[in-house]
């Protein structure tokens, strides 16, 4: 059982940053994949970024060049880096764990969320 904690959501304007956190229950170096998802009303749920075990990366085509995920292993923290916000990035942001690069329904442990909203 992993219990994830999101945390840095926020309201911000457009071209401005957020750095979101999602502290892990367990030790972030042994689960293999750990991603960020997010959800806007009337929506489904999108993959974000991942990083696995070993620290490769992968991004959704929205997000490349603006977004970086990262993880500190001696905290257990999952990390969000936001740049260049949109307004189309308005959506709650889901910490993810134990599952495969950016498919939603691999994933077994989910934080609660933390609103991002980005305005014009």
């Known amino acids: 059982q992993v219990h994830l904690v999101e945390s840095g959501g926020g309201s911000v304007q457009a071209g401005g940053s957020l750095r979101l956190s999602c502290a892990a229950s367990?030790?972030?170096?042994?689960?293999?994949?750990m991603a960020w998802f997010r959800q806007a009303p009337g929506k489904e749920r999108e993959g974000v970024a991942a990083?696995?075990?070993?620290?490769?990366?992968s991004y959704a085509n929205s997000v490349k060049g603006r977004f970086t995920i990262s993880k500190d292993n001696a905290k257990n923290t999952l990390y969000l880096q936001m740049n260049s916000l949109k307004p189309e990035d308005t959506a709650m942001y889901y910490c993810?764990?134990?599952?495969?690069?950016?498919?939603?329904?691999?994933?077994?442990?989910w934080g609660q969320g933390t609103q991002v909203t980005v305005s014009s």
């Open positions: 993810a764990a134990d599952g495969l690069l950016l498919v939603a329904g691999t994933f077994n442990y």
């Open positions: 990083i696995d075990r070993d620290g490769s990366t």
């Open positions: 367990a030790y972030t170096y042994r689960i293999h994949y």
